[in-house]
């Protein structure tokens, strides 16, 4: 089993910064390269959404949903199973608890939708005043 433990979450003002890290632990030797990783979000009252998406082995390409292109980036670190979504310009509708998710499938499809999840982590909380 591969466990995803979320940290980086907290309380900042609109227009500030925060680093969100996922670290992969459990079954990972030698795999975490091999799946797409990516990031949701979930505003109380409101659906799961897509956020951010990596794909497998070098992530040479990102996704982004639209309101947070040009504000977030995610990035991976496979020498540390860990993949981290650096979030700028913070404005309070960014207000949510993000999950950290893993592919489905090994060498698949990069993520974008909750199908395409394999494992979840426990989620962090990030809130945004104004």
């Known amino acids: 089993q591969v466990q995803l433990v979320e940290s980086g979450g907290g309380l900042v003002q609109a227009g500030g910064s925060l680093r969100l890290s996922c670290v992969a632990s459990?079954?990972?030797?030698?795999?975490?390269?091999?799946?797409?990783m990516g990031w949701f979000r979930q505003a109380p009252g409101k659906e799961r959404e897509f956020v951010a998406a990596?794909?497998?082995?070098?992530?040479?390409?990102?996704d982004y949903e639209e309101s947070v292109k040009g504000r977030f980036t995610i990035s991976r670190d496979n020498a540390k199973n860990t993949v981290y979504l650096q979030m700028t310009s913070l404005k309070p509708g960014d207000t949510a608890v993000y999950y950290c998710?893993?592919?489905?499938?090994?060498?698949?499809?990069?993520?974008?939708?909750?199908?395409?999840?394999?494992?979840w982590g426990q989620g962090t909380q990030v809130t945004v005043s104004s």
């Open positions: 998710a893993r592919g489905g499938l090994p060498i698949g499809l990069t993520i974008r939708t909750a199908r395409d999840v394999g494992t």
């Open positions: 990596i794909s497998w082995g070098s992530g040479t390409t990102p």
């Open positions: 459990g079954r990972t030797f030698d795999t975490f390269s091999l799946y797409s």
